[in-house]
């Protein structure tokens, strides 16, 4: 049986592009499948129009991160903590590739 574990996106920080500020977004999905103790967190990065005539709009310059997909054995009483870890470690990275 499989679990939703975590759904969530953070701000990481803004850019301004052609005027417009953006927001620098990581999000993260993590279920866990129980049957075979897998933890499957789906990563990606991007950015989302601030402005009200943009709003909804997101895209995903060359600059930020690919998407990735990361798969770990993990009891189910442990997975919540290494999802979260890994979302963690995944918003640091994201942080990093801001410019300056």
């Known amino acids: 049986m499989i679990h939703a574990l975590l759904d ?3 701000v990481i920080g803004t850019v ?3 005027h417009a500020i953006h927001e620098v977004c990581a999000e993260a999905l993590a279920n866990h499948d129980r049957h075979d103790n897998h933890l499957t967190v789906n990563l990606r ?3 989302r129009a601030t402005k009200h005539d ?3 709009e997101i895209s995903s310059p060359d600059w ?3 998407p990735q997909t990361i798969t770990e054995h993990v009891d189910a009483e442990e997975a919540h903590a290494l999802a979260s870890d890994i979302f963690s470690r995944w918003c640091h ?3 990093a590739l801001l410019p300056h």
């Open 93 to 95: 990275k994201i942080a």
């Open 8 to 10: 969530t996106t953070q």
């Open 54 to 56: 943009h709003i909804g």
């Open 16 to 18: 301004e592009i052609d």
């Open 64 to 66: 930020l991160a690919a």
């Open 45 to 47: 990065a991007f950015l």
